[in-house]
């Protein structure tokens, strides 16, 4: 089936970073030609490290101590100058936002191509190629910022296929995509499998890679610890998977701890946001319709998702309710209080995807404090918020010193220190392995059970299964559906939300 | 002046030899027409502009905005060219009563208002220069042999800027619902503290997104050594000779008979 020649090899190879303690431990690691294999296991377990040994990365751009032997298409990877590499490997990163070197669709995919020197009538043939493959035809001259987050993938994969490498190197590609942009990505790979490519992807959603993949590798503290095929990771069980920390392997749309149980108990709880006939427009330069009529409520401790195409408004109605934004009509209540937009702000918590921006103090312990020097029992409640979210410890650190997952903590206990009616987060288990996943959805039942309402603006569909009760659905414009976890309205909700755009 | 103009215009019929990708860049991409002019001939009329400010009287200010007004409009932005030219007359009037109010309260703000009325026009000269797509503008550079570790710092910083507004519109978000909002008075009585917490998360995140940026430029062969390529086709037309000339010739005129001698 595989043709066996060896596209990539690594023989006994260590590394340790100059800066930071994440290293590679004797990598032994094989990649055949026309293969597609997927890396998976706990983040900081050295995916990306492994990766950026084959696009050169290591050690041209990152510095640190590297042993071992490396062969790239028979080539020894330590004779090649950092930009050879680009004729041997592309590479997809995970933020579209900052892989983009240039504004113009053309000019991001023609980028490598100008850099070595091809000669302009050859790269404008290869644009009109690879375009018409991708159609992207339409979008050659538009700002790259405007598309949508399907459309970056594929510029982003038209810009690393430019210069005809075989090996695509791809890291975390769908983190930030919808579910029917993820589905579109793993279209999109097969097709490239299909044409000879060789493929090596960091990804922590295995279900839409299983048809395409041939070994799932597992790393785990800077090591190889297993490799499957498709069906041998099927085969494990949920408590072996959940004692690897891996997500589902396929696309389920109900589970044995779905919310059932946990909703009822809910229906009798005080109401605490009531959103009723809400119309936005988005701000900006031309003010269009962001959605109309939008109404529902949360009660005190229940869960509910916010989920739909990217632009169909989520981030809108979330920034409406904390109150940063006006509603055109309608009005929302807070605990049974009809509130303006300018009396919302501070009593509505939103904890936003980027946790950098958030966080503004200098230590953990300060972070919680700001504004609330004066308040007498702000230092209990954040000593308690603080280890409950086992961040006590880390107190007097700086925030910027923390890891991506502590960061994230920190920036809810900060929404939580003002004791908010209500708590809004945005896609807090994009990027994130499944047991820390598991641990987001362990807090936020913490926080529903202390009466909060929280609603997850969210893609993932495993948060939904195991901490939601309810998923509300906007799309076109509109709340289109209002339904319960579990319940068949909702299996069918996420079929659909998996259809591929047109 | 109006023979220039309308030697530009009729340039615009034919078909650029600029090519097809460029045609569509500025008819798509920013869904104006005009006319494009190389950016080397647009840096020279910056260059210009600065040197004619320095050089003419505040009415000799004044007219080069109108210049530079059709200058914009030819470039299909009109919009911005009405703008700065409103703006312009603002500022001279402030200044004209500001000068003849004869109270010396007032001098200092007139000073000011003269000295924005001199760097307006070169504002407004450079405008054109943050529409031209980052390749366009390296590869027109890099005939003039300016060094390409210079050009691609240049090319960095285009992309960087407008993205770290993104970054800072997130921070002033997040800083807003954590009452830390900037139009909150209480806020300012440590206007110290304020500025830091704008700008260490900004920095945080500037710090992640360069070392991304600069990460997936090197994946791309940033760093080869030979000449560098461009989808663009580069070259000089008769506009980009004839907007300089027209720009000289207006600016001496002015200095010969426009100040009334």
């Known amino acids: 089936m595989i043709n066996r020649e060896v596209a990539a090899s690594l023989r006994d190879v260590s590394f340790r970073y100059m800066e930071s303690e994440e290293q590679l431990r004797h990598i032994d690691f094989t990649l055949y030609r026309g293969e597609c294999v997927v890396l998976t296991g706990p983040s900081g377990s050295g995916k990306s490290t492994l990766m950026r040994l084959l696009n050169g990365l290591i050690p041209h751009f990152y510095e640190g101590m590297l042993e071992g032997e490396i062969e790239l298409f028979g080539r020894s990877a330590a004779d090649l100058e950092s930009w050879a590499f680009s004729q041997w490997t592309g590479s997809v990163f995970q933020d579209s936002r900052s892989q983009f070197f240039n504004a113009v669709v053309q000019d991001e995919m023609a980028f490598s191509g100008e850099n070595i020197g091809m000669q302009p009538e050859l790269i404008r043939e290869r644009i009109r190629e690879l375009a018409a493959e991708l159609s992207l035809e339409n979008l050659l001259a538009s700002d790259v910022r405007l598309l949508s987050g399907g459309e970056k993938q594929k510029v982003a994969f038209a810009a690393a296929r430019f210069t005809m490498p075989e090996l695509l190197i791809l890291d975390e590609p769908s983190a930030n995509l919808d579910l029917a942009a993820a589905a579109g990505l793993s279209r999109l790979l097969s097709g490239l499998k299909r044409m000879g490519h060789t493929l090596l992807l960091a990804e922590h959603r295995l279900y839409e890679l299983l048809p395409i993949a041939d070994r799932i590798v597992y790393m785990e503290n800077g090591s190889i610890t297993a490799s499957w095929t498709p069906q041998e990771l099927l085969a494990l069980s949920d408590r072996e998977r959940e004692k690897l920390g891996l997500r589902s392997p396929v696309f389920e749309t109900e589970s044995a701890s779905s919310g059932e149980l946990r909703s009822e108990g809910v229906q009798n709880e005080k109401e605490r946001l009531c959103v009723s006939g809400v119309s936005a427009i988005i701000p900006g330069l031309r003010s269009k319709a962001a959605f109309e009529g939008v109404s529902f409520a949360l009660r005190q401790g229940e869960i509910a998702a916010l989920s739909g195409p990217n632009g169909a408004g989520k981030s809108t109605l979330a920034k409406l309710l904390c109150g940063l934004l006006r509603e055109r009509s309608g009005f929302v209540s807070l605990s049974g209080q009809q509130l303006p937009a300018s009396r919302r702000l501070g009593r509505i918590a939103f904890v936003m995807q980027d946790s950098d921006c958030q966080l503004f103090a200098d230590s953990v312990f300060g972070e919680l404090m700001l504004t609330r020097e004066k308040e007498t029992e702000a230092p209990a409640r954040a000593e308690q918020l603080l280890r409950e979210l086992g961040l006590w410890e880390l107190r007097d650190r700086h925030p910027a010193a923390l890891s991506g997952g502590q960061k994230q903590r920190l920036a809810f206990a900060a929404g939580m220190m003002g004791q908010p009616d209500v708590l809004i987060l945005d896609e807090p288990t994009s990027g994130l392995d499944g047991r820390s996943m598991r641990s987001v959805v362990r807090l936020l039942h913490n926080l529903a059970a202390s009466g909060t309402a929280v609603l997850v603006i969210t893609h993932d569909h495993e948060l939904m299964l195991e901490a939601c009760d309810r998923l509300l659905l906007l799309g076109d414009g509109r709340l289109q559906q209002d339904m319960q976890v579990g319940s068949r309205a909702f299996a069918e909700a996420l079929n659909l939300l998996r259809e591929p755009a047109i | ?261």
């Open chain 2, 1 to 261: 002046m109006e023979p220039e103009v309308r030697s530009g215009q009729s340039e615009f019929g034919q078909s650029s030899p600029a090519g097809i990708a460029n045609r569509e860049i500025s008819q798509v991409r920013s869904r104006r027409v005009g006319l494009a002019f190389d950016p080397r001939a647009q840096l020279l009329i910056v260059l210009l502009a600065g040197a004619a400010c320095a050089l003419v009287p505040w009415t000799g200010a004044l007219a080069l905005t109108v210049v530079l007004a059709l200058y914009l409009s030819l470039q299909g932005l009109w919009k911005a060219a009405l703008t700065f030219l409103l703006g312009m007359m603002l500022l001279a009037v402030a200044y004209a009563v500001s000068v003849s109010a004869g109270v010396t309260v007032l001098d200092f703000v007139a000073f000011m208002l003269s000295l924005l009325l001199r760097t307006l026009p070169v504002a407004m000269a450079a405008y054109p220069l943050g529409f031209v797509p980052s390749g366009r503008l390296i590869a027109s550079l890099q005939r003039l042999h300016l060094p390409k570790g210079l050009l691609i710092a240049l090319a960095v910083a285009l992309r960087f800027l407008p993205m770290l507004r993104l970054e800072y519109e997130a921070v002033q978000t997040s800083a807003r619902l954590r009452g830390l909002s900037a139009s909150k008075l209480k806020n300012w009585r440590n206007p110290l503290q304020m500025f830091e917490y704008r700008i260490v998360p900004l920095l945080m995140r500037s710090l992640k997104i360069a070392d991304e940026l600069a990460a997936s430029a090197s994946v791309r062969g940033i760093e080869a050594p030979g000449k560098r390529t461009s989808v663009y086709t580069i070259g000089l037309n008769l506009q980009d000779y004839a907007a300089p000339l027209v720009f000289i010739g207006a600016a001496a005129a002015w200095m010969m008979w426009g100040t009334g001698g």
